[in-house]
């Protein structure tokens, strides 16, 4: 078996690479839409939390810390996806997603208050959970690995486009009509897709292993989790995501309107931009790991990089030294976006990570290893988002950020250190 630390393995020429049919790209699209409606939704409260704090009568950091329900279902589901994913076909697994999700929506639009809103939150998790893995599972199942390291990043740089929507667009739709237009705008588009699906995605049956009782099923997941293989992949993952969630999903929108005076317009059109380099980041990463295949060494610099720049950008926070250095009260938001943009771009980069996991698994296993690492990406952003609530409320924003650099970092130099080549060799 391959060494996930040495992933510049000899790759099959493009040329001799299977051609990618017509019905599966479409079929790989119409998937993503699902997740395209995920990061929607769970980036909805980043441009309205201020609006849906005082309609649901919570103090806005309560209605944050409900919001991280959301991560925890989707991390809690993880497990059963990936084991439905291998048992099942990928198009009913997704149609009963859908179904979930148009339910959850429609929920969190007629929401009343923090316990009603908790369980919409609650139920739009558990029904998002496999919306990323259902497209990537197709992926990892009918194309070869360097096919799959790029899909895998277009796969990424599309569903992100859920948070385009999510920035101007929903700001203006939250102006116009209140944030429970953007719930069931949401659940209106889950039906459309859901038609599709049934249209377009096959309903292929997976390959027949040996079947064993489901609840072994769902243990092999977290020991492939825990394995020392994939270890440090795990590691890792509990925190790439989540900064990047956390940060777009919830403290980029009061950071941008509270510290620097921006309106909820203007704010949107930052975290357009914002956006615009979460979507371009997967795919780019994609193409950089199928040029060079330096997975390990590129993690490794753009996320202590991407660490650095939340220290800067805090640091320019109202009487925080950069600030003072420059002989300002506080810096533009200018700067703001700036920082943002290549955050983005450098923390964006899990299709690396997607296929460090797809490297070192087989394909009867490959559902449940990408669920582990799934469930340590939506884990991690779950805990992260209810650790950085209680920070804000008692050290502000700033601080948020700083605190997101020391996980970021810390995750990382572990990861490193676990996929190094005589440690992966041991685990081998």
Known sequence: MNSAAEPAMKIQPEADAPRISVALMAALVILTCGHVLSNLLRTTPAVALDLMAADLKSPAQTVAALTSAYHFFFALLQIPIGVALDRYSIRSVSLVLFAGTVTGASLAATSSGPVSFFVAQAMIGMATSGMLMCPMALAAKKLTPVQFGLWSGLILSLGNAGMLLSSSPLAYVVEHWGW??????????????????????????????????????????????????????????????????????????????????????????????????????????????????????????????????????????????????????LMPASFDVVMLVSIGLLVCVQPLIYAMTRQVSGLENVGKAMSAVNLSFFLGTAVMQSVTSPIAAAWGLPAVLISMAVFLTVCTLIFFVLTRPAAQRGAA
Do not use: C, H
């Open 180 to 329: 429970r237009a953007g719930f069931w705008i949401a659940a209106a588009a889950g039906v459309v897709v859901a038609g599709l699906v049934m249209l377009i995605v096959p309903a292929d049956k997976p390959v027949r292993g040996e079947r064993r009782a489901l609840f072994a099923e769902m243990g092999t997941v977290v020991r492939l989790g825990m394995s020392p293989l994939l270890r440090g992949i795990v590691i890792l993952a509990f925190v790439s995501l989540a900064v990047q969630i956390v940060l777009r999903g919830l403290w980029a929108g009061p950071w941008l309107m509270n510290l620097k005076g921006l309106s909820r317009i203007e704010a949107g059109n930052a975290l357009a931009l914002f956006t615009v380099a979460l979507v371009v980041a997967p795919a780019l990463s994609g193409i950089l790991d199928r040029k060079f295949g330096k997975r390990r060494l590129l993690l490794l610099v753009t996320q202590l990089l991407a660490a650095a720049l939340f220290v800067v950008m805090a640091l320019g926070a109202p009487g925080y030294p950069l600030a003072s250095a420059f002989g300002l009260t």
